[in-house]
């Protein structure tokens, strides 16, 4: 039964990232069609995030309430309806209504299964369902694409998604059941032995010790993900002169390398543990960044494939190094924090994930457009520097706490 509901969670993972590149694969298309500006992508992007951001920091309250099976379930469902609803909207006014909902559901969804996994399953399985996750994120745009091509149009491709997630919402709600198994969760504080357990408040949770290194940490990687993922083409376009398609396919090559990279760090997360992965994943992103800071592009026209190859790993090392950072800072949760306050502290990392994501892009889009995308390298750099300290800070605090106990120990 376990593995039952394991297998459950692996789909439910493909269909949390199926939706998410939909948009930006989909809109050159719906804009001409709804007579949208192409500029009015970003509005529904930061609507849907900041749903997310709201849903992920109430998650716990949601989760006490419900358990972790029934807020997965509704939070699908409401993925479900907004897709439907999107490949039925006639004007742009209409998406950003149906955003709301789409981003309230996979906030609720993202922490909500994050946590579950993070307390009932090996460090393994985490990095196995992000990468199942971005398998989900690579075929969303096959999907639409496909669409298109028979001539179903973006709204065939948001209706096809739509029917997969309502088809992975029966099976949710037909496994509820399966959610009993593992007792030692969040859903275990609302039974009859903890009927004076309340969920934590947002003042509470940040004036637990050690919280705003991991918040930062945890703000600086989905930084450095979404950035790189945004601007790393314009940058070697514009600042390497690479043509825009080579750009595109290198871009490309830093998503394979967060999924290909969580895929092997499955295989030896268990044996390393989550602090060092992080670390080695922290090392990684910082040699694919002096790959980038090798100014190539002043080497003479015979060295025209060093100057393209060189990139294209820098790249790749940093999607590797990404890799492992985000499914390790999750699972070490518990073990740095309780299992008791793991689902408040995850779900308010998720909120901190999604700020990182709106802001950061955002703030590199003004200092390329009033200074130099030519500071993009820096830029990614200052950011891994910060969650470099901030997770070493966090690692000299769980020491200390450790040495703290055993000293309390002996002398008791």
């Known amino acids: 039964m376990v593995t039952l509901l394991l297998a459950i969670i692996y789909v439910a993972f493909i269909s949390l990232g199926l939706p998410d590149s939909l948009l930006g694969s989909a809109w050159p298309q719906m804009h001409l069609d709804l007579g949208a500006q192409l500029s009015m992508q970003g509005i529904i992007s930061m609507i849907i995030s900041c749903g997310t951001v709201i849903s992920s920091f109430f998650s716990e309250k949601l989760i006490y309430k419900l358990g972790t099976g029934k807020v997965t379930a509704i939070s699908t469902l409401m993925t479900a309806i907004a897709l439907f609803g999107f490949s039925v909207s006639g004007n742009f006014y209409m998406l950003c209504i149906i955003a709301i909902p789409y981003g309230l559901g996979a906030g609720a969804i993202d922490a909500a299964?994050?946590?579950?996994?993070?307390?009932?399953?090996?460090?393994?399985?985490?990095?196995?369902?992000?990468?199942?996750?971005?398998?989900?994120?690579?075929?969303?745009?096959?999907?639409?694409?496909?669409?298109?091509?028979?001539?179903?149009?973006?709204?065939?491709?948001?209706?096809?998604?739509?029917?997969?997630?309502?088809?992975?919402?029966?099976?949710?709600?037909?496994?509820?059941?399966?959610?009993?198994?593992?007792?030692d969760s969040g859903d275990s504080r609302r039974n009859e032995e903890n009927t004076n357990y309340k969920p934590k408040t947002i003042k509470e949770i940040l004036s637990i010790k050690g919280v705003f290194f991991v918040f930062t940490a945890f703000f600086c990687y989905s930084a450095i993900e979404q950035t790189t993922g945004l601007w790393a083409s314009s940058y070697l376009v514009i600042n390497r002169g690479l043509s825009s398609n080579t750009a595109a396919g290198f871009v490309g090559m830093f998503y394979i390398g967060i999924t290909a990279g969580r895929f092997?760090?499955?295989?030896?997360?268990?044996?390393?543990?989550?602090?060092?992965?992080?670390?080695?994943?922290?090392?990684?992103?910082?040699?694919?960044?002096?790959?980038?800071?090798?100014?190539?592009?002043?080497?003479?026209?015979?060295?025209?494939?060093?100057?393209?190859?060189?990139?294209?790993?820098?790249?790749?090392?940093?999607?590797?190094?990404c890799a492992p950072i985000y499914p390790s800072i999750i699972?070490?949760?518990?073990?740095?924090?309780?299992?008791?306050?793991?689902?408040?502290?995850?779900?308010?990392?998720?909120?901190?994930?999604?700020?990182?994501?709106?802001?950061?892009?955002?703030l590199f889009g003004v200092i390329s457009q009033y200074i130099?995308?030519?500071?993009?390298?820096?830029?990614?750099?200052?950011?891994?520097?910060?969650?470099?300290?901030?997770?070493?800070?966090?690692?000299?605090?769980?020491?200390?706490q450790k040495k703290d106990l055993e000293l309390t120990e002996k002398s008791n």
């Open 113 to 183: 299964l994050n946590n579950y996994v993070a307390i009932n399953f090996a460090s393994k399985h985490m990095s196995w369902l992000h990468c199942f996750w971005g398998i989900g994120a690579a075929v969303g745009p096959y999907i639409m694409g496909a669409a298109m091509s028979l001539g179903k149009g973006w709204r065939g491709g948001y209706f096809s998604i739509s029917i997969i997630q309502i088809m992975l919402t029966v099976i949710l709600f037909a496994a509820l059941p399966l959610w009993k198994i593992n007792e």
């Open 264 to 321: 092997i760090s499955g295989f030896i997360a268990d044996k390393l543990g989550d602090k060092k992965m992080i670390r080695i994943g922290i090392s990684g992103i910082l040699i694919g960044l002096v790959m980038l800071f090798i100014p190539v592009n002043y080497l003479s026209a015979g060295f025209k494939e060093i100057k393209m190859i060189i990139p294209l790993i820098g790249l790749c090392i940093i999607g590797l190094g």
């Open 331 to 362: 699972h070490a949760t518990p073990d740095n924090f309780g299992k008791e306050n793991s689902q408040a502290i995850i779900g308010v990392q998720m909120a901190f994930a999604y700020l990182g994501v709106i802001a950061m892009p955002a």
């Open 372 to 400: 130099t995308i030519a500071l993009f390298p820096l830029y990614i750099l200052t950011i891994t520097l910060i969650m470099l300290i901030m997770s070493e800070k966090m690692n000299r605090l769980m020491r200390n």
